[in-house]
T-cell receptor, first 113, second 114 residues
Framework: DAMVIQNPRYQVTQFGKPVTLSCSQT?????MYWYQQKSSQAPKLLFH???????NEADTPDNFQSRRPNTSFCFLDIRSPGLGDAAMYLC????????????FGPGTRLTVL | DQQVKQNSPSLSVQEGRISILNCDYT??????FLWYKKYPAEGPTFLIS?????DKNEDGRFTVFLNKSAKHLSLHIVPSQPGDSAVYFC?????????????FGQGTILTVHP
């Protein structure tokens, strides 16, 4: 089945220790997104890629970076995680030309100790 | 500034009855609206959508209504089933530079009791 896969599902890191979350997709979609969702809050868009074109949201902290080496993979790097970065991180994809229907992975739950 | 709001954190409904989930938005540039359903330990999955040129869209047991003048949309589930128990997110998008960018509400937890 075509899908969006996120690894790991659960990630524990220490305060200030860099961490990388990964997302892969078999849908061959050209748009990929990273969202942050804190408890009982709305998913918040961090950034997205149209193909290799990177689009950062204005209020995304500099601490968050992303890489997309090819169509299938996208990474979220948190350079110096703080306690406030503990959240669920959701990856999503969309086919350009489809009207806003995004396909989500199961998410990675990040804990910062 | 929360542009999409779901004011009811939770809703409890009896099996077979109607579930009505509500969503309000403030940005008049939004022209496309979606509902997503999320089960525990899974990502959100697309449920149904509506364009601003319509006021109703139906798909089986699910109907979405849009009231542009009130900046309000609602999702009706009839009849509700226990398997519908999940978190429901309303999302909105605009055209132009906002194309493909979704603004989500906080979600409503729906519980359908047998």
């Amino acid at each position: 089945d075509a899908m969006v896969i996120q690894n790991p599902r659960y990630q524990v890191t220490q305060f200030g220790k860099p961490v990388t979350l990964s997302c892969s997709q078999t849908l061959n979609h050209n748009v990929m997104y990273w969202y942050q969702q804190k408890s009982s809050q709305a998913p918040k868009l961090l950034f997205h890629y149209y193909d290799k074109d990177f689009n950062n949201e204005a209020d995304t902290p500099d601490n968050f970076q992303s890489r997309r080496p090819n169509t299938s993979f996208c990474f979220l790097d948190i350079r110096s995680p703080g306690l406030g970065d503990a959240a669920m991180y959701l990856c999503a994809t969309m086919s350009r030309g489809s009207y806003n229907e995004q396909f989500f992975g199961p998410g990675t739950r990040l804990t910062v100790l | 500034d929360q542009q999409v709001k779901q004011n009811s954190p939770s809703l409890s409904v009896q099996e077979g009855r109607i579930s009505i989930l509500n969503c309000d938005y403030t940005n008049s540039m939004f022209d496309y609206f979606l509902w997503y359903k999320k089960y525990p330990a899974e990502g959100p999955t697309f449920l149904i959508s509506i364009s601003s040129i319509k006021d109703k869209n139906e798909d089986g047991r699910f109907t979405v209504f849009l009231n542009k003048s009130a900046k309000h949309l609602s999702l009706h589930i009839v009849p509700s089933q226990p398997g519908d128990s999940a978190v429901y997110f309303c999302a909105a998008s605009g055209s132009g530079t906002s194309y493909g960018k979704l603004t989500f509400g906080q979600g409503t937890i729906l519980t359908v009791h047998p």
